[in-house]
């Protein structure tokens, strides 16, 4: 087996390609050891001690190493335990795959979507899906739609798009104005 890597946007964020399925469905992000409890690839890799985030995608993980930690030392020793983890074939999460689709966290804010902006907030959820997510996958990373109040688009950034220096340019420049062009009633785009 082979694990390949590619670079992201983020830098202190790179993207492991196993070539096999990794989600069967949906992504799961790890911001802590704590979050990777349910599952052992994820624990494993913060048990390494340089790794902030996790994040599964349907074909990849990304890992961001800490601040100082050097790719050059952190990356064989991923690819490694990538390797054990797809070789073996042991469960992605405790309990099995199904623990695995993304769900908002308990204290992510609901943006409360009036239920008069149902057709509105479908073609925004259209769009995302169609056009930004796999764009965003490519980068190693997933967006997540929160909600949309008063003309504004609330999305959260996810893997490595999360903390990545141009983040804020992705939402603004890009996604805002796909948003905007295709859906008026949106008048910004803002981060959750």
């Known amino acids: 087996m082979y694990i390949?890597?590619?670079a992201t946007p983020n830098p202190a964020t790179l993207k492991f390609l196993p070539g096999r399925q990794v989600m069967a469905a949906?992504?799961?992000?790890?911001?802590?050891?704590?979050?990777?409890e349910v599952s052992p690839l994820a624990q494993a890799l913060f048990d390494l001690g340089d790794v902030t985030g996790v994040?599964?995608?349907q074909g990849f993980v990304s890992v961001t190493a800490a601040p100082g930690a050097e790719w050059s030392d952190l990356k064989p020793q991923v690819v490694s335990i990538l390797l054990d983890h797809f070789v073996s074939e042991a469960p992605l999460f405790v309990?099995?795959?199904?623990?695995?689709?993304?769900?908002?966290?308990?204290?992510?804010?609901?943006?409360?979507?009036?239920?008069?902006?149902?057709?509105?907030?479908e073609q925004?959820?259209?769009?995302?899906?169609?056009?930004?997510?796999?764009?965003v996958a490519n980068d190693?990373?997933?967006?997540?739609?929160?909600?949309?109040?008063?003309?504004v688009v609330y999305l959260a950034m996810?893997?490595?798009?999360?903390?990545?220096?141009?983040?804020?340019?992705?939402?603004?420049q890009g996604i805002e104005s796909l948003l905007k062009h295709y859906v008026p009633e949106v008048t910004e785009v803002r981060a959750a």
């Open 4 to 6: 390949e890597t590619e």
């Open 26 to 36: 949906g992504t799961r992000e790890f911001t802590s050891p704590e979050d990777a």
């Open 55 to 57: 994040f599964f995608g």
């Open 95 to 121: 309990g099995g795959d199904a623990a695995g689709f993304s769900v908002p966290a308990e204290d992510d804010a609901d943006y409360g979507d009036d239920p008069a902006d149902a057709d509105i907030v």
């Open 124 to 135: 925004i959820k259209d769009l995302i899906e169609t056009r930004v997510r796999p764009a």
């Open 140 to 151: 190693g990373g997933d967006i997540v739609y929160r909600g949309f109040r008063d003309g």
């Open 158 to 172: 996810q893997g490595a798009c999360s903390g990545c220096p141009s983040s804020s340019a992705t939402l603004k």
